[in-house]
């Protein structure tokens, strides 16, 4: 069974795909069709917010490692 951090790291994967995909058709414009609205922008938006939510998420699960170094 995957880990949360797993899980968060996945959820990151996926995510970013998504942004690549709706970066890479190219702008597109926002619509209405029978009372129905798709805006782009806002779309891309909440990706980016979301995008940040899980790094802080997947900072505060890993461990955080010292490192440390001697001078001989």
Not at 18 to 30: D, I, Q, S, W, Y
């Amino acid at each position: 069974m995957p880990t949360d951090l797993a899980n968060l790291k996945a959820a990151r994967t996926s995510l970013i795909t998504n942004l690549a995909t709706v970066a890479a058709a190219g702008p597109k414009v926002t619509y209405s069709v029978d009372g129905q609205s798709v805006d782009w922008n806002a779309y891309r938006s909440s990706m980016l917010k979301d995008l940040a939510a899980l790094e802080e998420q997947i900072s505060a699960e890993e461990p955080a490692y010292v490192i440390s170094s001697v001078i001989v």
